[in-house]
């Protein structure tokens, strides 16, 4: 397995996207700490999918928009691992109001939650990667961050700096041979979507121009970021891959 004992932390991993990631490197022998904000039943049910391949799971409870909670969770991980092999930057969140309704508190949440935390974490997650000669960074974009998409300026803002920090920590962080990649995906079936004013205009409209044929799954996206994990994705450096269906494509 290609995955067989190492740590991989998963922010925002009970449920959508993060929870397919969390499973998918499990199911290939990942050891798997499930970070949550607000749901912990759902996380403790991706606690227990894990365990039940025979993995260990470590739930912590913390919100990634907030410095003193990303250390603390750290500080646990060390404490129950004492190393890193995988950090999966997933945890999001944001405000969906036009431009001229965005506020200060909206923007400062989004920004600190979806982007700032990448930062925060990957400095976190250095010395334990460092420690045993490198590891894996993969953080979950959208095509947001190069898209304008109705009121989405706050979040596809927070994406745009997401794609930006990959680049960067890429370069900085090659000399500990840790390899930092993002996925960006096009409109994934999760429960995320029915946060959208025009959910179902943008699952209809992304049918009819996905030549795929559907739209994207959480298992599609967690089986990109698991080939970003492995050696032989070790030549690809501060790159975001589109998990789409093709739906970009068309003009």
Known sequence: MRFQNKIALITGSGRGIGRAIALQLASEGADVVVNFFRNRGSAEETAQQIRDMGRRALVIKANVGETEQIDKMFAEVKEAFGALDILICNAASGFIRPALQQDARGWDWTMNINARSVLLCAQQAHPLMK?????????????????????????????????????????????????????????????????????????????????????????????????????????????????????????
Do not use: W
């Open 131 to 251: 420690v045993q000669g490198g590891g894996y960074i993969v953080s979950i974009s959208s095509l947001g961050a190069s898209r304008v998409m109705p009121e989405y300026i706050a979040i596809g803002a927070s994406k745009a700096a997401i794609e930006a920090l990959t680049r960067y920590l890429a370069l900085e962080l090659a000399p500990d041979n840790i390899v930092v990649n993002a996925v960006s995906g096009g409109i994934v079936e999760t429960g995320a979507l029915k946060h959208f004013p025009r959910r179902d205009l943008m699952v209809s409209e992304g049918l009819a121009r996905t030549p795929a044929g559907r739209l994207v799954t959480a298992e599609d996206m967690a089986k990109v970021v698991a080939f970003l994990c492995t050696s032989d994705a070790q030549m690809i450096r501060g790159q975001t891959l589109i998990v789409d269906g093709g739906f970009t494509l068309p003009t």
